[in-house]
């Protein structure tokens, strides 16, 4: 009938027609992420801006990857004969062991899908790293680099040095399509942050006697 009120709309559709100031700034942030770290990568293929310096870029890769951290830090321990190396290098392997296990978790529930223009050619991956959210390279520069920073004596151009291959292992994450700028970020504020785990659980021989007796 021509009198009759109109239906009140459903609740989600009032939610389409009016979406929230949070939702807008979200949708518009991730398109700039978006947007953003595919321009930045510049080394995504050999046709691309800087396509020439994607060898380089892929070493820098390959230097931050788990299993050469891992195998070191494994094999410096077996090497060892000093027990504060020892207790320095197995607190090392539990924080890498720890970055594997909370970026696998972190992939496995956002599964935020790797950008468009990734070229899937990366050193040694697992079924996990298809996904992109966070970068675990970021993720583990930041929190090796925190850890020699505390843990080993340096002069202040290797302390430098470290903090530089931090940052551009980082980098090179979105110059190789291999990541948006967010899932860099989030990783190396994520690697930061599980230092702080690893230093409040430090294994030694009185809280882990067990694991000291066997090395």
Known sequence: PGGAAAAPLPEEDCMKLNPSFVGIALSSLL????????????????????????????????SGHGIPWLLGTVYGLCQSDSSAAREVL???????????????????????????????????????DKYSFPSGHATRAALVCRFVLRHLVLAVPLRVLVVLWA????????????????????????????????????????TAPALFALW
């Open 31 to 62: 398109a700039i992420d978006l947007w953003a770290s595919k321009r930045l990568g510049v080394c995504a293929a050999e046709g691309s801006a800087w396509g020439s310096a994607r060898p380089l870029m892929k070493v820098i890769e390959v």
């Open 90 to 128: 197995l607190n090392l392997l539990f924080a890498l062991l720890l970055d594997l296990v909370m970026v696998a978790v972190v992939k496995g529930l956002v599964r935020r899908p790797r950008p468009t223009h990734n070229k899937m050619d990366m050193f040694v991956t697992i079924s996990v």
């Open 167 to 206: 940052l551009i292992v980082s980098i090179s994450r979105v110059m190789l399509g291999r990541h948006n700028m967010t899932d860099v970020l989030f990783g190396l504020l994520l690697g930061y942050a599980l230092y702080g785990v690893v230093e409040h659980c430090w294994l030694s021989p009185a």
